[in-house]
């Protein structure tokens, strides 16, 4: 069984700060992880994704993460955040490259500070 | 592309009847949508993954005679609730992934439902 742990609910940032969202993951088995983004009063939006291959992943809107298996974590981060990036943020996992099971971490809210 | 839509976005119903929401893929054809509860502050909980022409597969503690799922075409998927109680009252949120077998799932902008 899988599952993923968001250990901050909350992250309030200065505009133009870096930002770092934590995920831990615990897994038997192979794991595929996501990042997905949920701006207000819409559906989540996937912002990148390992599946393999090298550990340092770059997405959407200027975020990366890094897997780290030995630390089981896949931190979220971003070296200087707008406004924009107001949104809940969610980490999840599969056991399945074709992500037909995804299990999600309780979210982060991150909220931008002018 | 890859955009999904659910109809209605948001719906208050009377205590014992049932609703039902829709979820569309617009710009692709979904083998497999999956339907998701998200209650206030907390996560994505998986409930069923409905394949097109099959049945649909729920997840541990959904009871599947209150959560009617059909996916009668590969760009059409619903979620009736029926005899809706307060306790329904969530967040419904569907998924899909593309019959071209990307590793993506794609999601829709979710339905409030109110039982009151």
């Known amino acids: 069984a899988q599952s993923v742990t968001q250990l901050d609910s909350q992250v309030p940032v200065f505009e133009e700060a870096p930002v770092e969202l934590r995920c831990n993951y615990s897994?038997?088995?192979?794991?595929?992880l996501f990042w997905y983004v949920q701006y207000p009063n819409q559906g989540l939006q996937l912002l990148l994704k390992?599946?393999?291959?090298?550990?340092l992943v770059k997405g959407i809107n200027g975020f990366e993460a890094e897997f780290n298996k030995s630390q089981t974590s896949f931190h979220l981060r971003k070296p200087s955040v707008h406004i924009s990036d107001t949104a809940e943020y969610f980490c999840?996992?599969?056991?399945?490259?074709?992500?037909?099971?995804?299990?999600f971490g309780s979210g982060t809210r991150l909220s931008i500070r002018p | 592309g890859a955009v999904v839509s659910q109809h209605p976005s948001r719906v208050i119903c009377k205590s014992g009847t049932s609703v039902k929401i829709e979820c569309r893929s617009l710009?692709?054809?979904?083998?497999?949508m999956f339907w998701y509860r998200q209650f206030p502050k907390k996560s994505l909980m998986l409930m069923a993954t409905?394949?097109?022409?099959?049945?649909?597969?729920?997840e541990q503690g959904v009871e599947k005679d209150k959560f009617l799922i059909n996916h009668a075409s590969l760009t059409l998927s619903t979620l009736t609730v029926t005899s809706a109680h307060p306790e329904d009252s969530s967040f419904y949120i569907c998924?899909?992934?593309?019959?071209?077998?990307?590793?993506?799932?794609?999601f829709g902008p979710g339905t409030r439902l109110t039982v009151l």
């Open positions: 710009d692709f054809q979904a083998t497999t």
């Open positions: 999840a996992v599969s056991a399945d490259s074709s992500a037909s099971k995804i299990i």
């Open positions: 390992y599946l393999s291959g090298s550990t």
């Open positions: 897994s038997s088995v192979s794991v595929y």
């Open positions: 409905s394949n097109e022409g099959s049945k649909a597969t729920y």
């Open positions: 998924s899909a992934n593309s019959v071209l077998g990307t590793d993506t799932q794609y």
